[in-house]
């Protein structure tokens, strides 16, 4: 069962109150009755083991048997900026990026990249990246769902960007190997990974990025797609970071 994500402000003494999409979908896709036990996550990482004791019209409610603490963050917290992908390949990297662990999820909009944002559905679009990364986080028991930012033109990024280290996949070029790069290892220290659309980066869009002080790194001879390339450097990083393993 996912430990699903509530707002603190649900939590009424011993009794928690469920209402909008979480009651429907509860109630509606996994038709929940009186008596089953639910697993329920609240954003100061409190973990909540709680049993339903009633449905009603308003709402849904359930008595908290448990709580957990979430354990102590170490590292830096992870940045993925992603170069905006086609089709449903973009969805699929925010999804295996939040169950990955991943904090932050910023869309890269690139030069060689086939995909463009309309500015008249840019919310509509990451409020849907939004949900698919909070269902992911969910259904692989995440502490917190990531954050999915609005999609920024890569070269602003590059130029603003205030991350501790940022690496940049570079394929085709000289780089350190991934698995062998320094990482940050501090709370207090942050880690961008930014992967690149099909087409690669731009020569312009790599200089400005080692201009900015990113670090170019390399997943080995062989050239990946873009999704595949994401989560392989993310499983890479998580797992030095000692959150997979």
Do not use: N
Not at 19 to 44: I, M, N, Q, Y
Not at 138 to 146: G, I, K, L, T, Y
Not at 152 to 163: I, N, Y
């Amino acid at each position: 069962m996912p430990a699903f994500f509530i707002p603190s402000s649900d939590i009424h003494g011993t009794e928690i109150t469920l209402t909008g999409d979480l009651c429907h979908h509860l109630r509606a896709s996994l038709r929940v009755k009186p008596g089953e036990f639910l697993w329920l996550t609240d954003e100061h990482r409190r973990r909540y083991r709680v049993r339903v004791t009633e449905l009603a019209q308003q709402g849904l409610t359930v008595q908290i048997l448990d709580q957990l603490h979430g354990p102590i963050e170490t590292g830096p917290p992870l940045l993925l900026a992603q170069a905006l992908l086609k089709g449903d390949h973009m969805d699929w990297v925010v999804q295996k990026a939040s169950e990955l662990g991943v904090r932050t999820i910023l869309p890269l909009v690139s030069q060689h990249g086939v995909v463009r944002p309309q500015s008249g559905r840019i919310a509509t679009q990451v409020s849907r990246w939004q949900r698919i990364a909070t269902e992911a986080a969910q259904q692989s028991e995440q502490w917190q769902p990531p954050h999915v930012l609005e999609p920024l033109d890569s070269r602003r990024f590059f130029s603003t960007s205030t991350a501790t280290c940022s690496l940049i996949l570079a394929e085709r070029r000289e780089a350190l190997a991934l698995s062998r790069v320094p990482l940050p290892a501090l709370l207090t220290e942050s880690l961008a990974l930014v992967i690149g659309p099909e087409g690669g980066w731009a020569e312009e869009e790599l200089s400005l990025a080692l201009m900015q002080g990113c670090h170019a790194v390399s997943l080995g001879t062989h050239i990946l797609r873009a999704d595949t390339a994401a989560v392989t450097a993310l499983s890479i990083v998580q797992s030095r970071l000692g959150r997979l393993g």
